[in-house]
Structures are given as C-alpha cells and as structure tokens.
Nanobody
Framework: VQLQASGGGWVRTGDSLRLSCAAS????????MAWFRQAPGKEREFVGA????????YYRDSVKGRFNISRDNLENKVYLQMSRLKPEDAAVYYC???????????????WGKGTLVTVSS
C-alpha cells in the first residue's frame, strides 16, 4: 500500500482544513488508518485513528472535538477534518496504515509522505 497525504496549507487560527490521504495498491479496506503530525523540533505524535470499516475512531486529547477522521473504502481515501485550528496544530501531517486496531504508533505497516499545515495566530 502506498500512501500520499495532501490538502495542507496556510490557515488562520480558528479556520478549518481537510486533509486527504490517498492509498494505492490492494488491501486498503483491511487496514486501520491513522494520522500523525510532527512540528519543527518535536517528535512525531499520534493525532487519531480509524478502524478498517470506519465505524470507530479515537484521538489524542488535544484534538478531541475539533478533528474528525473518516474514510472512503471505495475511493481508497482517509480524511482528517480539522476545525478551530490553533497555532499549536501547525505541523507536517502524515497518514499511516496498520493491520491492527487500535494501531501501534511505533509499528505502522505503511507511511505516507506528509503535508504541511501552517496556522497563523
């Protein structure tokens, strides 16, 4: 499975943005998907994950109620809808695929290239 994140950009505090992660190759619907982010000078951190069917999600505390993950298994895509963005949300966002759920952040099966989100105050 190859993954490619897109949709990043420059936004203002309080704005919304939707990221997409497109998967190619077979078996997308069999993987749990997750979003991570890495800010400059910081380690990559888990943002949220969605199970293979899209029926269950979980998030890090700092984004609960503001971010929502969804997926379209027919289109082989997973989305990260971000709202009420804050400067601390600025980072390079990555998507990953894991054969297990809950996902194992340190043992993801596949990683995609990131997309940059900049949030101005």
């Amino acid at each position: 499975v190859q993954l490619q994140a897109s949709g990043g950009g420059w936004v203002r505090t309080g704005d919304s943005l939707r990221l997409s992660c497109a998967a190619s190759g077979r078996g997308f619907s069999g993987y749990a998907m997750a979003w991570f982010r890495q800010a400059p000078g910081k380690e990559r951190e888990f943002v949220g994950a969605i199970n293979w069917s899209g029926t269950h999600t979980y998030y890090r505390d700092s984004v609960k109620g503001r971010f929502n993950i969804s997926r379209d298994n027919l289109e082989n895509k997973v989305y990260l809808q971000m709202s009420r963005l804050k400067p601390e949300d600025a980072a390079v966002y990555y998507c990953g695929a894991d054969g297990e759920y809950p996902i194992s952040p340190n043992d993801m099966d596949y990683w995609g290239k990131g997309t940059l989100v900049t949030v101005s105050s």
